[in-house]
């Protein structure tokens, strides 16, 4: 017999139709964790200084594209992740960083699901296209991705 | 950072390599992606990985990481030598990122650009849009990631 002391997930692969919108957050974003993700990861002027950032593209200081797209990965975690039987994910379509991410900025997450469906190899795993948008405090969006996260079954190779 | 009527479809750089330690596996997803097999080794080991290993945006955003230490080391060459540096960036997004293996604590993965595309940006004269597949490549000769980017790079300047 085995033990099982982990709970039951809430969100199986099942739980996953095509349209459903949510939003998740909200989340402030500090110029203080703009610095520090740009330090470790992004070192460019843009993300590290306001007065060397005032004179590139960016206008101003604003977060580093990966650390917007970390901190999606983090709201989605706690939005709904976490409590699912999430098994990672092959990649990302597409990201595409449409406006810049200001300190100061309080953003949420918006997901959309695009497609399901079930694995064709492995019966006990499913696949769900979402496409992912982080707004500002306005609903404009800074960042827009489509990625696919798998899912295990509730019920292993049954017919969705 | 050569103009970008010096870049050529086909150049290639090896930007550096990092081996990845469980602490910073679990410092990065503690942070942005604390799913229980990027934080945890007893639940990594139960998981389908079968062992702790990093978030996929740990892996692309030490790319990032590198990408910045090596074309800053490029530009010092260019400025000691007395050539003009062409300014570049930002990204405006990437598409295609394929997260194909897993990547382990005590993984090595070195990383490598190729230009895939240059085209004249109809937008802004004065640049031009340079597309680089990205990857990374562990130990053992598997790829890992895989991704492609496309970023604005200054064109020469026309004599006057």
Redesign the interface.
């Known amino acids: 017999m085995t033990v099982e002391s982990e709970a039951m997930p809430k969100y199986h692969w099942e739980d996953f139709k095509p349209g459903a919108v949510a939003v998740y957050g909200p989340r402030l974003v500090t110029r203080e964790e703009i610095i520090a993700f740009a330090s470790e990861f992004d070192p460019q002027p843009m993300h590290l200084d306001e007065a060397a950032a005032s004179t590139t593209i960016l206008g101003g200081l604003g977060a580093s594209g990966w650390h917007t797209c970390s901190l999606l990965m983090r709201m989605i975690c706690d939005g709904f992740i976490l409590d699912s039987t999430s098994m990672g994910s092959p990649g990302i379509e597409e990201v595409r960083w449409l406006k810049p991410l200001r300190p100061g900025t309080t953003i949420r997450v918006r997901t959309t699901v695009l497609d399901t469906r079930a694995s064709g190899s492995r019966p006990e795993m499913g696949l769900t296209k979402f496409m992912m948008e982080v707004l500002d405090d306005g609903d404009a969006i800074i960042a827009s991705l489509t990625t696919t996260l798998l899912f295990r079954r509730r019920k292993p190779g049954a017919k969705p | 950072m050569r103009y970008f009527e010096d870049i050529r479809v086909g150049d290639a750089d090896d930007i550096g390599q990092h081996t990845f330690a469980a602490e910073e596996i679990k410092s990065f997803a503690q ?5 229980p ?1 990027h934080v945890d080794e007893a639940a990594a080991a139960r ?3 079968g062992a702790l290993c990093a ?3 740990h892996t ?3 790319w ?2 590198l990408m ?1 230490d090596h074309s800053r080391r490029a530009i010092e060459a260019q400025r000691a030598r007395g050539e003009p540096v062409a300014a570049f ?12 293996k897993p990547v382990y604590v005590g993984d090595t993965i070195a990383y490598r650009s190729e230009v895939v595309e240059t085209r004249a940006s109809t937008s802004r004269p004065g640049s031009g849009l340079l597309t680089i597949r990205s990857t990374g490549t562990n130990q053992n000769g598997d790829l890992v990631i895989s ?1 492609v980017s496309t970023t ?1 790079i200054e064109r020469r300047p026309e004599k006057t």
């Open positions: 942070r942005f992606d604390p799913q097999f998981s389908h990985f978030s996929g945006w692309a955003a030490v990032m990481r910045v960036g930002p990204a405006l997004g990437f598409r295609d990122l394929k997260w194909l991704f604005l």
